[in-house]
């Protein structure tokens, strides 16, 4: 599988970005398609994801309520309400394990390079 993602830039605080994710290769209808984040000197974060077959999402609670995450062919995260703190590398990665749910980079592989987002006061 491969991950290209595109969209990120610079926005003012309480903003809007959205990021887009092209899949390419054989993705199968229990793998998740998700986003993570990496700030400097800050573990990368698991931010939400969404299940290819079914279209199940699942969100970090640190982004619910303000971020969205949809796919047709691509994978696309829309953000709303953006804040400072969500200044990051976003990058699109995918999940192959059915069992568990998405919930750390450990889950994830096939990594895009990624998209910086940064979030002004």
């Known amino acids: 599988v491969h991950l290209v993602e595109r969209g990120g830039g610079l926005v003012q605080s309480g903003g809007s970005l959205r990021l887009s994710c092209t899949v390419s290769g054989r993705i199968f209808s229990f793998y998740w398609i998700g986003w993570l984040r990496q700030a400097p000197g800050i573990e990368r974060e698991f931010v939400a994801a969404?299940?290819?077959?079914?279209n199940i999402t699942y969100y970090a609670d640190s982004v619910k309520g303000r971020f969205t995450i949809s796919r047709d062919n691509d994978v696309y995260l829309q953000m709303n309400s953006l804040k400072p703190e969500d200044t990051a590398v976003y990058h699109c990665?995918?999940?192959?394990?059915?069992?568990?749910?998405?919930?750390?980079?450990?889950?994830?592989?096939?990594w895009g390079q990624g998209t910086q987002v940064t979030v002004s006061r």
């Open positions: 969404v299940r290819w077959g079914d």
């Open positions: 990665a995918v999940k192959t394990t059915y069992w568990t749910w998405p919930s750390t980079q450990a889950d994830f592989g096939s």
